[in-house]
């Protein structure tokens, strides 16, 4: 990429260090301040406390061992650690002091926080430990040396003073802070094996010995658990704890010249040194050497970020004009898009809500239903959307096909690769109820989909026999009320498992589903969508279900399933199944719904939100 002159080097035949060209790594004036070797912790510290621990911990151990004292033990076992805890974070600066190089280009500074993770790791292993040995003592007393215990917890409480004092000297790295958690484990180990000691002495009553070796190993458990979450999220490459994502994103907006902020991440190469990059769209390319230090400039002083790698895209005249029409705003408009199928043309129609000039977010719905499900949902997020839903061939406005068999998955797919080339993105993001999933994953599995992160609802390669049993019974079936309460009960008795919903919500939901015809309420679909859905034997459907698996396994996108507690028709084992075989999945649960989620209830439109954020 192109904008601040970071260089990251990469050849197909390794060199030594001192092959390495040194202005691969070299920084240009107008780069953001920044170095990739970064100034770690004195080694000394740790090596001072490293010495310190380990020379005391083998004299305690022997102690522990002939007074018989868990919680002289317990603490002899924290220095055990201690001093493997230290010598690991002495390694890990070590090696995180070591250059770039032809294979490691952000250089090393991650080995810190591989050093943290796994010493949090072992510590929690270590409370396990001493827990269990402790509630088995409860049952099976031990006879104690308190004298023993007194004198060595003494001298170990000194020590462990002065090596926390060295060790507290260095406050910026996750790494020794993750040492200084052990050693304070430690402290507090000395504390309350004196404190054993003195009580055994004075009353004799050993199960003081446990009782305050659970104390300890409960005290130290919530730092542990703060270091071990802090070195996951770094090196899962998380955005850092300190920076609001959205809020440099906003910021990047603001910058004068910018015209949209698109690929954004924000992520750390290292401790401490947070890095971006992404890509800018600009009107005009001659300007960017002055926006880019704008940019620059904002990203050290607001964020800390100083490692910034951004590639311009100058606008062009249609996305110009389009910059200019900030004030269009759609609330549910229809709109027609004409395409082909077989040697036949068809109008597919599709509603939308919010600007233009938005990111697109593109609504399917289910079998059965129409554009109109997510008027709810789509007036919730056409500020940041440009909500488009629209009813597939053969169901609302859309026209109705003279061969019922291509009412299919791949004739949907074609009449929406059509609808976004009309759009005019290059991006959408999906949300697929149902039918709609299934769209959207065979969209999202082809080559150069422009699906950006999809949202499946209720559905996956595997369907249920017991939910095409239930679909079988009432797709396509006579369907005409004299009376349209008559028809809307009956409709809402058929969606039930959507969830319980306001009389006010069924109407807004199933409303539009009802359409009058001859004197009748009939339903809006072509009732010859049945007709493929009949046709399909046991055979046909697990053809279908392995294509359907192969489709989702090629999706590179990140993916949210949803499914609804009580659906027959996506089951929990096939949920697992998708998380299992594709790690761009996760899921989430919503109870007390059948199939699928109506998402009109606010808490379901929150998760949308959150997701699509």
């Not at 240009?28 to 310190?52: E, F, M, P, T, Y």
């Not at 052990?182 to 199960?207: E, F, N, R, Y």
Request: proline letters at 5%; one cysteine or more; a negative charge.
């Amino acid at each position: 990429m192109s904008g601040s002159h970071h260089f990251h080097f990469q050849s197909p035949k390794a060199k030594t260090q001192s092959e390495l060209d040194p202005s691969l790594h070299a920084h240009k004036k107008g780069d953001a301040r920044h170095s990739h070797s970064k100034q770690v912790s004195n080694q000394n510290l740790l090596l001072i406390a490293l010495v310190l621990t380990l020379g005391f911990s083998g004299v305690e151990g022997a102690a522990a061992y002939f007074a018989n004292s868990l919680a002289l033990i317990s603490d002899a076992g924290h220095m055990v650690t201690d001093a493997a805890a230290l010598g690991l974070a002495l390694l890990a600066q070590i090696i995180s002091r070591r250059p770039p190089s032809p294979k490691h280009s952000f250089g090393f500074g991650r080995a810190e926080a591989l050093a943290a993770f796994v010493n949090s790791i072992v510590m929690l292993g270590l409370v396990v430990w001493i827990v269990v040995e402790a509630i088995s003592r409860f049952y099976d007393p031990h006879k104690v040396d308190g004298l023993t215990v007194t004198v060595v917890a003494a001298i170990g409480l000194v020590m462990n003073i002065v090596v926390a004092w060295v060790l507290s000297r260095d406050k910026k790295s996750v790494n020794t802070r993750a040492a200084l958690v052990h050693v304070m484990g430690d402290l507090l180990g000395s504390v309350a094996a004196l404190v054993a000691g003195v009580v055994i002495q004075l009353t004799g009553w050993m199960p003081i010995d446990a009782i305050l070796s659970i104390l300890v190993s409960l005290l130290i458990l919530k730092s542990t658990i703060s270091i071990l979450h802090e070195s996951y999220h770094f090196l899962m490459e998380g955005v850092p704890l300190h920076i609001d994502y959205l809020q440099v994103g906003n910021d990047l907006k603001n910058v004068p010249g910018v015209v949209a902020v698109h690929d954004l991440h924000v992520w750390e190469m290292t401790p401490s040194f947070p890095a971006l990059i992404g890509h800018i769209e600009i009107t005009n390319m001659q300007e960017w050497p002055e926006i880019m230090s704008r940019i620059n400039t904002m990203l050290l002083d607001k964020h800390g970020i100083d490692h910034v790698t951004l590639q311009p895209e100058e606008v062009g005249d249609d996305q110009n004009h389009e910059t200019q029409l900030e004030n269009i705003f759609h609330d549910g408009e229809t709109f027609y898009v004409d395409c082909l199928s077989g040697d036949e043309k068809h109008r597919m129609a599709y509603h939308v809500w919010g600007n233009p000039n938005n990111k697109v977010l593109l609504c399917v719905h289910g079998l059965t239903r129409r554009g109109s499900d997510f008027k709810t949902l789509a007036q919730a997020m056409c500020k940041e959307y440009y909500v488009v839903c629209p009813d597939i061939v053969g169901r609302g406005e859309s026209d109705r096909l003279s061969n019922p068999m291509l009412y299919a998955v791949p004739q949907y797919v074609s009449d929406i690769a059509t609808l976004v080339k009309k759009l005019g993105v290059s991006q959408v993001d999906w949300f697929g109820t149902s039918m709609g999933g299934l769209i959207g994953m065979v969209y999202a599995s082809m080559p150069n989909s422009p699906i950006r992160r999809m949202l499946i609802n209720d559905v996956g390669p595997r369907i249920e026999p017991e939910a095409i049993k239930r679909l079988g019974s009432y797709v396509g079936q006579p369907f005409a009320f004299a009376d349209r309460a008559d028809a809307l009960n009956r409709l809402n008795e058929i969606c039930a498992s959507f969830g319980e919903h306001t009389p006010q919500e069924w109407e807004i939901y199933n409303g539009p589903m009802l359409v009058q015809k001859d004197g009748k309420w009939i339903m809006h679909y072509d009732p010859n969508i049945s007709v493929p859905f009949a046709s399909v034997n046991p055979i046909m459907a697990k053809a279908g279900e392995m294509a359907m698996w192969h489709a989702f396994k090629q999706i590179h996108i990140p993916m949210l399933i949803v499914r609804g507690g009580d659906s027959d028709l996506l089951s929990a084992a096939t949920v697992a199944e998708m998380c299992k075989v594709n790690p761009y999945a996760r899921s989430i649960e919503i109870p007390h719904v059948g199939h699928a989620p109506a998402f009109v209830k606010q808490e379901q439109i929150a998760l949308a939100k959150e997701f699509f954020s």
